[in-house]
């Protein structure tokens, strides 16, 4: 993979910066679903609905949604390397906290935490790359950051699954503070890509001021507005799929712990090698073909889940295929697009778009645990409504712009 730095680091080479960036993302985006193969487990202990045990998804989620939100503006005044390491750092002290939790209620203030360091993460992580490489490096980098994050739902439950069996969700949690330390270790390594003159680093009420005025600017733009919304809503199902998939492939199916992550990881590997075609069928068609290929595949994927994904695990996944490698394709498209933004405004891009793919997903997370006749058959009435609201919003805000 060739780099180019525009930006030089003071410890790092283009590579390396890019694996130093790409490990700390990677390391806090495990704390999504790692502990997913014990949450069946963990209803039996705290003896508490699947609805209530999955607040400590939705609270970080949802939390973490509003840290990406202030993260990007926030680096955009004070520079990118002070909030990361508060992020960083954060996720370290919170993940220990999640592994002492003595109750529900105290793992979902832990989550909450645990959820602020993540949000800053991935949106300083975005600024990072889009600040310190050359135009022609930034949609390969970028590429290959939206593939390989995926690298951690794939591991994650793996790993959760080898942790459960010498020891309990505690111990995932303790692994992960254990890792939130590298990660701050990582951060320090790095060298301010955005700097910023203390003459010219603005009061709290200025921030909000600039944060208010980006959002507004690019929020006008019926462009910039659909294609992030856009990109919200084709990850709900993939949310969605977080939130019940230990139950359907370990309740409903009966798969033992070896039996969910390779399903599991299965389909997030389509969804790691998903933005490589995106790369791939770029050279070949413009985006907006691609993204009707990629509306044609969400509804694939939804029809047969309702139609036959019940019938086996094997089934279930096949079906799912489609929309997992639609979901991958749409991320890094709307991504490269989305952040074609002038200096001063990437952060709060980057911010921006974030917000609004965390929160939308966020809601999945419930929704997907309503009272549904069966969890599957939720899973695909979800595909197939987020088929309905991208058609939507394409069609409001994409047909002319996108080339």
């Not at 600024?127 to 022609?136: G, H, R």
């Not at 969700?169 to 503070?177: M, S």
């Not at 405004?345 to 939308?360: M, T």
Request: net charge neutral; glycine share 8%; hydrophobic share 55%.
């Amino acid at each position: 993979m060739a780099l180019s730095l525009q930006r030089g680091q003071a410890k790092l080479g283009p590579r390396t910066f890019f694996i130093c960036v790409l490990a700390i993302d990677l390391i806090v985006i495990l704390a999504i679903d790692m502990y997913a193969p014990a949450l069946p487990s963990m209803q039996e202990t705290f003896d508490v609905s699947i609805g209530y045990l999955n607040l400590t998804m939705f609270a970080f989620f949802f939390i973490s949604a509003f840290a990406t939100f202030l993260a990007g503006p926030l680096s955009d005044c004070f520079g990118r390397k002070p909030p990361l390491l508060v992020a960083t750092g954060l996720f370290a002290v919170s993940s220990f906290g999640c592994a002492l939790s003595p109750s529900v209620e105290l793992l979902v203030v832990f989550r909450v935490l645990q959820g602020i360091g993540v949000g800053g993460v991935q949106t300083l992580a975005t600024a990072l790359i889009q600040d310190a490489y050359t135009e022609d490096s930034v949609q390969t980098a970028m590429t290959f950051l939206q593939s390989l994050v995926i690298v951690g739902p794939v591991l994650a439950p793996f790993l959760g699954s080898f942790i459960l069996m010498i020891t309990t969700w505690r111990g995932i949690f303790g692994i992960l503070g254990a890792l939130g330390v590298l990660t701050v270790v990582l951060a320090l390594t790095i060298t301010e890509t955005h700097q910023v003159q203390r003459d010219q680093r603005g009061s709290m009420g200025k921030m909000l001021h600039k944060i208010m005025g980006d959002c507004k600017s690019l929020v006008s733009q019926r462009s910039f507005t659909s294609l992030a919304l856009i990109m919200g809503f084709a990850g709900v199902p993939f949310f969605a799929l977080i939130a019940t998939v230990s139950y359907i492939l370990m309740n409903d199916f009966a798969l033992d712990y070896l039996g969910y992550s390779l399903i599991y990881a299965a389909t997030c590997l389509l969804d790691c090698i998903a933005p490589f075609v995106y790369l791939a069928l770029s050279k070949r068609m413009p985006n907006k073909r691609i993204l009707r290929l990629s509306f044609v595949l969400i509804g694939v994927s939804g029809v047969t889940l309702l139609a036959a994904g019940h019938l086996s695990p094997v089934i279930f996944f096949l079906a799912f295929a489609p929309y997992a490698l639609s979901e991958g394709i749409i991320r890094p498209l709307a991504y490269v697009d989305l952040l074609d933004q002038p200096e001063d405004k990437v952060g709060s891009a980057s911010s921006l778009v974030n917000f609004s793919y965390v929160l939308i997903t966020a809601v999945a997370t419930v929704v997907a645990t309503m009272d549904w006749p069966s969890l599957i058959f939720g899973l695909s009435v979800i595909t197939i409504g987020t088929l309905l609201c991208v058609l939507a919003l394409y069609w409001w805000g994409q047909r002319e712009s996108l080339q």
